[in-house]
T-cell receptor
Framework: DAGITQSPRHKVTETGTPVTLRCHQT?????MYWYRQDPGHGLRLIHY???????DKGEVSDGYSVSRSKTEDFLLTLESATSSQTSVYFCAISEWGETQYFGPGTRLLVL | GQQLNQSPQSMFIQEGEDVSMNCTSS?????WLWYKQDPGEGPVLLIALYKAGELTSNGRLTAQFGITRKDSFLNISASIPSDVGIYFCAGQLNRETSGSRLTFGEGTQLTVNP
């Protein structure tokens, strides 16, 4: 299994509070991704990174920001969480030209 | 944006039966991938297809990359209870461009009755 961990694995928070999810990899892969998974939508890309300090938006980036200050860590921040951001969040990694491998996921509930 | 239509949405089968699911797209993809997701875990790659017309097997799983590059199917033969899970197709336009972005289907929920 690819060395990907996500923290926390579960989180309950209130509307309006900031939330940061962390993805950590031990594979030294260049690319890292954040997806959200919701019933009826499959997995949708939020943001991705193609190197340290290099990030770009995915298809559902509104309300989310990311940062990557080290190769191994990719942070996803919800500046002010809303109930529509209740979801399961997955991190994935890949090397250039290779397929993506997924982490175990973080379940986020925004009340 | 690009969309993948995956069908069926769910399947209920008896152990030992064969299973077939497919994905179609309005756009061309250069890579098709099939993932399986077990409850409470992240998707795991099953099969990757890189060439139109390619037929690839992984044990009891067989997948094909459609000639038009707009579709793919996955077959599971002689299903067993551990095949239960959600199966996702994913299309990738170009492996070598920045981000290697994937577009996912909505998934097929497979239930296998012993």
């Amino acid at each position: 299994d690819a060395g990907i961990t996500q923290s926390p694995r579960h989180k309950v928070t209130e509307t309006g509070t900031p939330v940061t999810l962390r993805c950590h990899q031990t594979e030294n892969h260049r690319y890292m991704y954040w997806y959200r998974q919701d019933p009826g939508h499959g997995l949708r890309l939020i943001h991705y990174s193609y190197g340290v300090k290099d990030t770009d938006k995915g298809e559902v980036s509104d309300g989310y920001s990311v940062s990557r200050s080290k190769t191994e860590d990719f942070l996803l921040t919800l500046e002010s969480a809303t109930s529509s951001q209740t979801s399961v969040y997955f991190c994935a990694i890949s090397e250039w030209g290779e397929t993506q491998y997924f982490g175990p996921g973080t379940r986020l509930l925004v009340l | 944006g690009q969309q993948l239509n995956q069908s069926p949405q769910s399947m209920f089968i008896q152990e030992g039966e064969d299973v077939s699911m497919n994905c179609t797209s309005s756009s061309i993809f250069n890579t098709w991938l099939w993932y399986k997701q077990d409850p409470g875990e992240g998707p795991v790659l099953l099969i990757a297809l890189y060439k139109a017309g390619e037929l690839t097997s992984n044990g009891r799983l067989t997948a094909q990359f459609g000639i038009t590059r707009k579709d793919s199917f996955l077959n599971i033969s002689a299903s067993i209870p551990s095949d239960v899970g959600i199966y996702f197709c994913a299309g990738q336009l170009n492996r070598e461009t920045s981000g290697s972005r994937l577009t996912f289907g909505e998934g097929t929920q497979l239930t296998v009755n012993p």
